[in-house]
């Protein structure tokens, strides 16, 4: 099975939906004829449990508490904004650079809309 392009998609709770959107979009615009999309199969209760597993973030959310703390804000919140401070002290950006960086992504997302006719015309039906 070499050469088959193999994706791994991580969207928090979306992730299974994500995989299957990306497998429709990979067939309806010609990329493949046929698609895999697996997923987990979830424990009913909390998401921060796993009876067959380790949890696997794991060794993040260790590091996370020696090296930040942890809130009683949500994990993944917590996470990325983690990110981004140790981006500001490595790097030296501010949040201002970050703001403007959800700025222009946010002008091409309408732009795009705009621009692709079928986007366009789906979205206002």
């Excluded at 199969?41 to 009876?51: C, H, I, T, V, Y």
Aim: proline share 3%; net charge positive.
């Amino acid at each position: 099975m070499t050469g088959i392009p193999v994706y791994n998609v991580n969207n928090n709770c979306s992730t299974g939906s994500t995989g299957l959107y990306m497998g429709h979009n990979m067939i309806a615009h010609g990329a493949t004829d046929c698609v895999l999309v697996g997923f987990e199969k979830m424990f009913p209760g909390s998401l921060q449990s796993f009876r067959d597993r380790a949890n696997p973030t794991g060794t993040t959310n260790l590091m996370m508490k020696e090296t930040r703390g942890v809130t009683k804000a949500p994990r993944a919140a917590q996470l990325f904004g983690n990110a981004g401070r140790a981006h500001m002290e490595k790097y030296g950006s501010t949040r201002e650079d970050f703001t403007q960086i959800g700025r222009v992504n946010h002008a091409h997302s309408k732009t795009i809309l705009i621009h692709n006719s079928k986007t366009n015309t789906r979205w206002n039906r």
